[in-house]
């Protein structure tokens, strides 16, 4: 009878156990991932559907791609793909210079940051960009704000040096080389019309920061006080990092290392393109239209979502491919997903490896350096508020 009382107490102790693990689980399913994982299904119907429209209005031959991945020349490829890491090599140099006032590092000591960084963003998503500047603060003892500030600086220097050498590359090329020559001409205008507005707005915020900041909360704050806070932090960020530029050479030095990093990646563009030798138009693409694929990746890439993100990429830059240049869509298909191995998922078993040499859970540091990023902004509001 005793026995069966202690079994009894023993069971109702365990399922409530259970109830609490499972109460637990509910509670850390947060709105934030179902929202995410709402937007994925629908990104999913979405792919179906398209691909249910087009199987039956567009030919294509399994046969045939794999003929155009037999005949490609693979040593274009691995020069390619020698590209992109040699990017990441100075991207990891570009990172040590960035904060060699506040505390110097071997040049190629953050290489290990910048490649486990970009493994997660590879098969996370960007919800894994925080993840280089939170290592970066980890290995360097340097505060997270200063380099999450570092963060949006390289940034600036990526977008205008791919924007320098997309518009020099356009508006050099030869007449009669582009398809919609004027429609290029003015997007290429344009952006390097953005580009210098870009460079003289930063020289500004870096010899004046704290009035930009103070003026655009004024202003914005007109609209929204919440809003005027927000842009007014963002600048104070972004004088922080700029803070890491005091002179005119350490801008040179860095604007020529982010403008040689990009200069490799597209190379690596472009060698990848030229190795489908048996087609035509990719076997003979110039540098002027290899830019074209070029930037059409880079707006695929910008909203990345794990493993359906490799998916809509390869058909946006194939799609780009057959529109701008007549490619058949095998050819394509097979070329954009070789540009999507090279330049975006080839550092991925680096990556790994790398991780667990250095004991990182990439799950988990995208975890904490998301919390950290949050806490950060918590942290910047309470301090407006006070």
């Known amino acids: 009878m005793r026995s069966s009382r202690r079994r009894a107490r023993w069971l109702h102790c365990r399922g409530r156990r259970s109830d609490q693990r499972a109460v637990a689980f509910l509670r850390s399913l947060d709105l934030k991932s179902k929202r995410n994982w709402i937007v994925v299904a629908v990104l999913l119907a979405a792919v179906a559907l398209l691909v249910v429209y087009g199987r039956h209005r567009i030919h294509f031959s399994w046969h045939v791609f794999v003929e155009q991945l037999r005949q490609a020349e693979w040593g274009r490829i691995l020069l390619a793909l020698g590209s992109i890491y040699l990017g990441y090599v100075l991207r990891s140099a570009r990172w040590a210079l960035?904060?060699?006032?506040?505390?110097?590092?071997?040049?190629?000591?953050?290489?290990?940051?910048?490649?486990?960084?970009?493994?997660?963003?590879?098969?996370?998503?960007?919800?894994?960009?925080?993840?280089?500047?939170?290592?970066?603060?980890?290995?360097?003892?340097?505060?997270?704000?200063?380099?999450?500030?570092?963060?949006?600086?390289?940034?600036?220097?990526?977008?205008?040096?791919?924007?320098?050498?997309?518009?020099?590359?356009?508006?050099?090329?030869?007449?009669?080389?582009?398809?919609?020559?004027?429609?290029i001409r003015k997007a290429s205008y344009t952006a390097l019309a953005t580009t210098i507005a870009g460079g003289l707005f930063l020289l500004v915020v870096?010899?004046?920061?704290?009035?930009?900041?103070?003026?655009?909360?004024?202003?914005?704050?007109?609209?929204?006080?919440?809003?005027?806070?927000?842009?007014?932090?963002?600048?104070?960020?972004?004088?922080?990092?700029?803070?890491?530029?005091?002179?005119?050479?350490?801008?040179?030095?860095?604007?020529?290392?982010?403008?040689?990093?990009?200069?490799?990646?597209?190379?690596?563009?472009?060698?990848?393109?030229?190795?489908?030798?048996?087609?035509?138009?990719?076997?003979?693409?110039?540098?002027?239209?290899?830019?074209?694929?070029?930037a059409s990746s880079m707006v695929a890439s910008g909203f990345q979502l794990p493993i359906i993100g490799w998916f809509t990429q390869i058909g946006l830059v194939a799609a780009a491919m057959s529109g701008f240049f007549g490619v058949a869509p095998e050819p394509a298909t097979g070329c954009a997903a070789t540009l999507l191995l090279v330049t975006f998922l080839g550092i991925v078993p680096v990556g790994l490896i790398w991780a667990r040499f250095d004991h990182v859970s990439l799950k988990s540091v995208t975890r904490e350096s998301g919390h950290a990023e949050e806490g950060l902004a918590q942290s910047s509001a309470s301090t407006q508020e006070a």
């Open 98 to 183: 960035l904060i060699r006032h506040n505390k110097k590092v071997p040049l190629l000591s953050l290489l290990g940051t910048q490649v486990i960084g970009f493994t997660a963003v590879a098969l996370i998503g960007r919800v894994a960009d925080p993840v280089r500047p939170y290592l970066v603060s980890r290995k360097t003892g340097l505060p997270l704000s200063s380099q999450v500030a570092v963060y949006i600086v390289e940034r600036l220097f990526d977008a205008g040096s791919m924007a320098l050498i997309f518009c020099s590359v356009i508006l050099l090329a030869p007449s009669g080389s582009l398809p919609h020559p004027e429609i």
């Open 206 to 294: 870096r010899f004046s920061g704290s009035a930009v900041a103070s003026f655009s909360e004024k202003a914005f704050g007109t609209v929204s006080r919440k809003l005027g806070n927000a842009v007014g932090d963002k600048i104070r960020t972004f004088h922080t990092g700029l803070d890491t530029l005091r002179s005119f050479s350490d801008f040179g030095v860095i604007l020529g290392t982010s403008l040689v990093m990009w200069g490799l990646i597209a190379l690596s563009y472009l060698e990848t393109t030229r190795a489908f030798v048996a087609s035509p138009q990719l076997a003979h693409m110039t540098i002027a239209q290899c830019m074209l694929l070029m």
